[in-house]
């Protein structure tokens, strides 16, 4: 039977991450739908054009939303919109210049981050840990079983009431962050969902990735490519379920 056509905007840019390869992973994915027409943005500035697509799918960096274009995206999402928002979708990253180099997530978008549901805070250094299934009921995570994976443990602040469906356990001290103390804290969302009205926020905190010349103006030549939950074959599959999720074709 023919699907109907899906529109998706797939949201890649940013900083501090290899955002061409994330990218391309993502489009190998969405070439695989045959009903999936995709069209690849840098912002979140769609304007009226934002009701033209069903989903959108998300790997950026320090990229936010204004007041205007986040009014606009929790308009489409209450109107049935679904957004697959993946690792660094919630951060907002400065260096505090000094000895150490601190890092600081600044309050600056807080009705954007609300809308997903968490902001970003801290995370330890790139580590292996165990990733658990939350909710077995869930069509999402059916059949998924705890798996191991090496990559960064997302520290954020939630929003809401979340659907956690996967989830990790950490607690202690990240002193490279202004947000230091995490000992308190040791059940950390790894995807979760976050419903608004008719339509929904996916958010999975997997998926860092970088390259050599992802850390400028800091430093010119990074020693190690990290590709980390990429690296899984866990992760691909959650990309998938998320991306049939996202446009209804679960």
Not at 10 to 18: I, P, Q
Not at 21 to 30: G, S, V
Not at 101 to 130: E, N
Not at 172 to 194: C, H, I, K, T
Request: charged share 25%; proline share 5%; glycine share 6%.
């Amino acid at each position: 039977m023919n699907k109907p056509i899906r529109n998706v905007a797939l949201v890649c840019a940013g900083k501090f991450h290899d955002i061409d390869f994330a990218r391309l992973e993502l489009l190998k994915l969405l070439a695989d739908i045959p009903n999936a027409r995709t069209t690849v943005v840098a912002d979140y500035d769609f304007g009226d054009e934002l009701d033209h697509y069903d989903c959108l799918i998300s790997y950026t960096c320090d990229v936010v939303a204004d007041n205007e274009a986040t009014a606009r995206l929790q308009a489409w999402l209450e109107r049935g919109g679904r957004w697959f928002a993946l690792h660094g979708t919630n951060s907002v990253i400065e260096f505090v210049s000094g000895k150490p180099l601190k890092i600081r997530t600044p309050d600056v978008a807080p009705d954007f981050m609300q809308l997903l549901g968490s902001q970003f805070q801290a995370h330890p250094p790139i580590c292996d840990f165990d990733v658990h299934p939350a909710d077995d009921d869930h069509e999402l995570i059916d059949g998924i079983e705890t798996f191991s994976t090496n990559d960064e443990i997302y520290l954020c602040r939630l929003y809401g009431n979340p659907r956690v469906l996967l989830y990790c356990n950490f607690d202690g001290e990240m002193s490279a962050f202004e947000s230091s103390d995490w000992r308190d804290n040791n059940v950390q969302p790894v995807m979760y969902l976050n419903d608004h009205q008719q339509g929904a926020v996916l958010y999975l905190t997997l998926g860092h990735c970088r390259g050599h010349y992802d850390m400028r103006p800091l430093t010119d030549y990074y020693p190690e490519v990290e590709r980390c939950s990429w690296d899984t074959p866990e992760y691909y599959e959650l990309l998938r379920r998320g991306i049939r999720w996202a446009i209804g074709n679960a």
